[in-house]
């Protein structure tokens, strides 16, 4: 199988985005698939949160710039079948330094196609910065797919509708293949008539393209990060253990279900997003 890029990927905060890289990526590991997680957010949390120091010249940054290969920057996790390439502070940087170059939104595909093309990852994800940045935008430029995590909260869907068009924008004008391949609702509390209404909505809306996984509002999600383990080490057995792991077996059986049928996944470019 070729490596696949998955950019997890939405411009607002606070969504669960880089609690479900470091928990999607070790889940799939888990489940035998090499994967490679790409820490594109200078505030490293995907970093600390899979127990690594924060340190000076270890990120993407300088091979952004040609200065080094992204091969030589990828660390090992501790986690089986589970590398890293590290973020850190200065990544900021990046915004600054690569706009001064012609080719400022491929720099990181030149940087990582060596990598991609190698074959030895089967999933590359990349743990986006919440913002509309050079970075972000370099990481969707990559993508093969994304994945869209919200929060079940109403303001999250002016979001979303955004995220659309970014990637259906990017899509139309030099990554023909890049596609939305789920939108995943985060901090799920089933306790709430809220949380049910939101993603009845976006279910509304998006169809099949919503996971049916839902992340559930979890004190064992939000402890796991200080620890530097995946939920799945910190406590096996906990509701975000099965909830993540649920998401991994959806999201590769999605994937079989798609080559099997042998049609591409759709763009959402032809659904109205909410207001």
């Known amino acids: 199988m070729k490596t696949t890029v998955v950019a997890l990927a939405n411009q607002k905060g606070?969504?669960?985005?880089?609690?479900?890289?470091?928990?999607?990526?070790?889940?799939?590991?888990?489940?035998?698939?090499?994967?490679?997680?790409?820490?594109?957010?200078?505030?490293?949390?995907?970093?600390?949160?899979?127990?690594?120091?924060?340190?000076?010249?270890?990120?993407?940054?300088?091979?952004?710039?040609?200065?080094?290969?992204?091969?030589?920057?990828?660390?090992?996790?501790?986690?089986?079948?589970?590398?890293?390439?590290?973020?850190?502070?200065?990544l900021a940087g990046a915004e600054i330094a690569i706009a001064r170059r012609d080719d400022y939104l491929h720099r990181l595909q030149e940087a990582m196609q060596p990598v991609i093309d190698s074959d030895v990852y089967d999933y590359i994800i990349m743990d986006c910065p919440p913002s509309l940045g050079i970075l972000f935008m370099n990481a969707l430029n990559i993508a093969h797919e994304v994945i869209i995590p919200i929060q079940c909260e109403y303001l999250a869907l002016e979001g979303l509708g955004v995220m659309v068009d970014i990637v259906n924008q990017i899509s139309e004008a030099g990554n023909p293949n890049l596609h939305i391949s789920g939108i995943l609702m985060t901090m799920y509390n089933v306790s709430t008539n809220l949380s049910q209404q939101v993603v009845q909505e976006v279910?509304?809306?998006?169809?099949?393209?919503?996971?049916?996984?839902?992340?559930?509002?979890?004190?064992?999600?939000?402890?796991?990060?200080?620890?530097?383990?995946?939920?799945?080490?910190?406590?096996p057995h906990c509701v975000g253990s099965a909830a993540y792991r649920n998401l991994a077996k959806e999201f590769i059986k999605r994937r079989k279900k798609d080559a099997s049928e042998n049609d591409a996944l759709p763009t959402l470019s032809n659904v109205i997003s909410p207001e």
């Open 14 to 90: 606070g969504v669960g985005k880089t609690t479900t890289c470091i928990n999607f990526s070790a889940c799939l590991a888990e489940k035998r698939k090499k994967v490679l997680l790409v820490d594109l957010d200078p505030q490293a949390n995907a970093t600390s949160g899979l127990g690594l120091e924060k340190g000076f010249g270890s990120s993407i940054y300088p091979a952004l710039l040609g200065e080094t290969d992204a091969a030589s920057l990828i660390k090992e996790t501790g986690i089986k079948n589970l590398d890293i390439i590290p973020s850190e502070l200065d």
């Open 203 to 235: 279910v509304k809306h998006f169809g099949d393209r919503v996971f049916e996984t839902l992340i559930p509002r979890n004190v064992r999600l939000s402890e796991a990060p200080s620890y530097g383990k995946p939920v799945i080490e910190y406590d």
